[in-house]
Each structure stands twice: as C-alpha cells, then as structure tokens.
Nanobody
Framework: QVQLVESGGGLVQAGGSLRLSCSTS????????MGWFLQAPGKEREFVAT????????YYADSVKGRFTISRDNAKNTVYLQMSNMKPEDTGVYYC?????????????????WGQGTQVTVSS
C-alpha cells in the first residue's frame, strides 16, 4: 500500500518561509516523479512543482517560479517544497503526489497516489 504523509504546514506572514516535507512508503520512491499541488479555498487543485525520479529536473508553475524549490532525498524517501517570499495567494492545502512516470508530470492525471494534504496560511 502506497502512503504519502505531508508535514510542515502552518501559519506564516507574507514574505516569510516554510518547508513542506512528504514522506512516502509502499513504492520504490527513487523510480518515480513526485509533485506538489495547491488547492486554494474555493478553487480547483492546481499544479505547483514537480521533480523527476533522480532529482535532476524540476518544473514549476509560473506563480511560484523563483520563490519555491522542490527537492528530494531518495535515501529518505522524502520530497520537499521550500517556500520563500510567500504571498497570501499561496494559502491553501498543499498535496504531495506520486507519479507512475519518471518525469514531466504536471497534470493531476499524471499522478496516482496522493497525500492527505497540509494546510498553509499566509497572512498579509
């Protein structure tokens, strides 16, 4: 059974930073791409960032480029999202997801396993 567990969410002021973590089990972590998605209040879940199986290729939504960094530690079966210079529009539930593909996973449909989400609130 594949499990993804996010942590690190919380309340932060605009301009501040948070680091989210997603610990996985039940799948050979190092073989697959991972991603982060955001569901803002009243909105659809949307893509934030993805990283390929080896960690050498990343891709970001335009809204977070230059502010967020996705990374992974294959030895720890964990993917991270470092968020800096945060804005109120970054508020919502962040979901970690595992893809059956090795890279290029930017759509919700590219992922087959999801975490339960972690709440992030950015105050202005």
């Amino acid at each position: 059974q594949v499990q993804l567990v996010e942590s690190g969410g919380g309340l932060v002021q605009a301009g501040g930073s948070l680091r989210l973590s997603c610990s996985t089990s039940g799948r050979t972590f190092r073989d697959y791409a991972m991603g982060w998605f955001l569901q803002a209040p009243g909105k659809e879940r949307e893509f934030v960032a993805t990283i390929n199986w080896a960690g050498g290729s990343t891709y970001y939504a335009d809204s977070v480029k230059g502010r967020f960094t996705i990374s992974r530690d294959n030895a720890k079966n964990t993917v991270y999202l470092q968020m800096s210079n945060m804005k109120p529009e970054d508020t919502g539930v962040y979901y970690c997801a595992s893809s059956p593909y090795v890279s290029g996973a930017t759509l919700i449909g590219d992922y087959d396993y999801w975490g339960q989400g972690t709440q992030v609130t950015v105050s202005s």
